[in-house]
């Protein structure tokens, strides 16, 4: 339900995961008392706040490459159901060597640096601060809870705040909207570039040894062919 007004907040939606595909239920629906209909999406929210100015949240390598792929599974195999497709696909983009992958790995990179940039410039305009404005108003209205941006504009996780690091103890929170977060994405982006790069470099120093043994491989076979030969001449010659 959270997930829902939050994508409907900016305007997006919501397309199911293959495991939500595969659990939706096939009997026919049948109507629980005081809630909805078993497998009936729920209807739109009236009145919801939709920040339309927000820059595009960028895809990911993967995306990048199942919305490359998608359209045209589905002209050459029309039978083939979301599911299957996307299960397809996954198989498709596990099995690309890293030097196919990285086509789209450095294009959704150079779209998320750019993202970063656009974000920021967009929280100090006027047109964020409206948005805010509303959002608040919209969330006390509609519950005395405590509620939260949408994920587009904050952090994965947490409740508002974004652990400094998980894996340390006596961790501190960082703010959302606030230049820390912002260092604090950066440095993030900046770890997940460098462990690209070693991954790649350790990948084609992989190869180049595996390319070496090989060669090891046959020169010791012909050695041994070689040699063969030459006890079988001396044998002869005696």
Known sequence: ???????????????????????????????????????????????????????????????????????QMRVNQPNLSFVEINKQLGGEWNALAIHEKQRYLDEAEREREKYTKDLEAYQKTESYKIFREQFEKKCKEESAAPQHLPAILSPPRGKGRVPADDDEPGTFDIPIFTEEFLDHNKARDAELRQLRKQTTELEEQNAILSKHT????????????????????????H
């Not at 090989?214 to 010659?237: K, Y």
């Open 214 to 237: 090989d060669n090891m491989r046959q020169a010791v076979e012909r050695i041994n062919v070689t040699t063969g030969t030459s006890s079988l001449l001396a044998l002869l010659a």
């Open 1 to 71: 339900m959270v997930r829902e007004y939050m994508y409907e907040i900016l305007g997006l939606s919501i397309v199911p995961s293959a495991s939500d595909a595969q659990e939706q239920p096939q009997t026919e629906p049948v109507k629980r008392k005081g809630g909805w209909t078993k497998g009936k999406k729920r209807g739109k929210k009236s009145g919801a706040v939709k920040d339309s100015n927000a820059p595009k949240q960028p895809l990911s390598g993967y995306m990048r490459y199942v919305a490359e792929r998608r359209e």
